[in-house]
């Protein structure tokens, strides 16, 4: 059963301080976000996402700059300090001399038994970095989920999100998926960058544990429906660029709006944790999966688990999210 566990009432609120961004006692860990289950694995509903972790600046390019390794690992490590166990990677997050999926495996194996590691198949860049044509038939997309396994030395991927871009029917592409999950290749399946019509003709193939949309403040308003619906069927929601919104793989650029200013002011946090704030009371199904290559970002973006926001605040946010700008 998909379940999750509340950890206060939104009403709550707590600072930056007590989550454990400024001085005050204590470190606030995943666990303080609750817990949602993705078909039978329990996470924290912080996560953590790697396609910032092996270069510095914009992701996903093929002239990056590679983030130095121990550093990277020991990022993946605290994570997991810290409650972490929902790690969100795929074999195209590389840059020239790091490969994500290597770094979570050379960090991390052998793996805890509580580690959810979630990738995500379909888009393909070659070896110089360049995007190359999205895997589309079975074969070229058995190949890129053995090639998940080889890079994180698993016998199983414990979710395989299908990432397509367009419109067009994806039940042959799915069934693929569903064949190596009932081969036992893959625990269970999600869907990226879909509409309810894709997820409608993924359920009617193989069940559907989780979505990850682009998805934030200001970001799609029009998918309010759809994150909500997707609580409904007991579907995860797990929205990517939370934080840097139009800045998409750049990070997070421009300045803040003042209504995410003045309710940062508020709670002694940051914008980035306002932003996650928000996400994460969107429903008990949404999941946050931020991505950094910082310990003290990294810190600041668990301890947003534990930021409770009023319900004046969550208006003013939802105000400015219907303004339907990216911002």
């Given at each position: 059963?998909?379940?999750?566990?509340?950890?206060?009432?939104?009403?709550?609120?707590?600072?930056?301080?007590?989550?454990?961004?400024?001085?005050?006692?204590?470190?606030?860990?995943?666990?303080a976000s609750g817990r949602w289950t993705l078909g039978d694995?329990?996470?924290?509903?912080?996560?953590?996402?790697?396609?910032?972790?092996?270069?510095?600046?914009?992701?996903?390019?093929?002239?990056?700059?590679?983030?130095?390794?121990?550093?990277?690992?020991?990022?993946?490590?605290?994570?997991?300090?810290?409650?972490?166990?929902?790690?969100?990677?795929?074999?195209?997050?590389?840059?020239?001399?790091?490969?994500?999926?290597?770094?979570?495996?050379?960090?991390?194996?052998?793996?805890?038994?509580?580690?959810?590691?979630?990738?995500?198949?379909?888009?393909?860049?070659?070896?110089?970095?360049?995007?190359?044509?999205?895997?589309?038939?079975?074969?070229?997309?058995?190949?890129?989920?053995?090639?998940?396994?080889?890079?994180?030395?698993?016998?199983?991927?414990?979710?395989?999100?299908?990432?397509?871009?367009?419109?067009?029917?994806?039940?042959?592409?799915?069934?693929?998926?569903?064949?190596?999950?009932?081969?036992?290749?893959?625990?269970?399946?999600?869907?990226?960058?879909?509409?309810?019509?894709?997820?409608?003709?993924?359920?009617?193939?193989?069940?559907?544990?989780?979505?990850?949309?682009?998805?934030?403040?200001?970001?799609?308003?029009?998918?309010?429906?759809?994150?909500?619906?997707?609580?409904?069927?007991?579907?995860?929601?797990?929205?990517?660029?939370?934080?840097?919104?139009?800045g998409g793989e750049r990070g997070a650029t421009g300045a803040?709006?003042?209504?995410?200013?003045?309710?940062?002011?508020?709670?002694?946090?940051?914008?980035?944790?306002?932003?996650?704030?928000?996400?994460?009371?969107?429903?008990?199904?949404?999941?946050?999966?931020?991505?950094?290559?910082?310990?003290?970002?990294?810190?600041?973006?668990?301890?947003?688990?534990?930021?409770?926001?009023?319900?004046d605040e969550l208006k003013l946010l939802e105000g400015l999210?219907?303004?339907?700008?990216?911002?």
């Open positions: 059963m998909t379940s999750a566990t509340p950890t206060s009432s939104p009403e709550t609120t707590t600072s930056a301080t007590d989550t454990g961004t400024g001085t005050g006692t204590g470190t606030i860990t995943a666990a694995l329990p996470v924290n509903r912080i996560g953590f996402g790697t396609m910032r972790l092996p270069q510095t600046g914009a992701a996903l390019v093929p002239d990056a700059v590679p983030r130095d390794r121990e550093a990277a690992m020991a990022v993946l490590r605290r994570a997991v300090d810290l409650g972490v166990n929902h790690i969100d990677t795929a074999a195209f997050y590389f840059s020239p001399l790091r490969s994500a999926n290597e770094l979570i495996n050379s960090a991390l194996a052998p793996y805890a038994d509580d580690l959810v590691i979630t990738t995500k198949v379909g888009p393909a860049r070659d070896e110089t970095g360049e995007w190359a044509a999205h895997a589309r038939t079975p074969e070229a997309l058995r190949g890129q989920v053995e090639e998940n396994l080889r890079q994180l030395g698993r016998d199983h991927l414990d979710v395989v999100n299908l990432r397509i871009v367009g419109t067009d029917s994806i039940a042959e592409r799915f069934g693929a998926l569903a064949e190596l999950r009932e081969a036992g290749l893959i625990r269970h399946l999600g869907l990226s960058n879909v509409t309810p019509a894709h997820l409608a003709e993924a359920q009617a193939i193989a069940p559907v544990v989780c979505v990850q949309n682009r998805y934030g403040i200001g970001v799609r308003p029009e998918d309010d429906a759809f994150v909500r619906d997707c609580g409904e069927r007991g579907i995860a929601f797990v929205p990517f660029y939370a934080i840097a919104a139009a803040e709006p003042a209504e995410v200013l003045a309710v940062a002011q508020a709670h002694g946090a940051s914008a980035a944790q306002v932003r996650l704030a928000w996400t994460l009371h969107q429903g008990p199904h949404v999941l946050a999966i931020p991505g950094t290559g910082d310990l003290g970002h990294l810190a600041a973006n668990v301890a947003a688990g534990a930021l409770r926001l009023s319900e999210h219907r303004g339907g700008a990216a911002v």
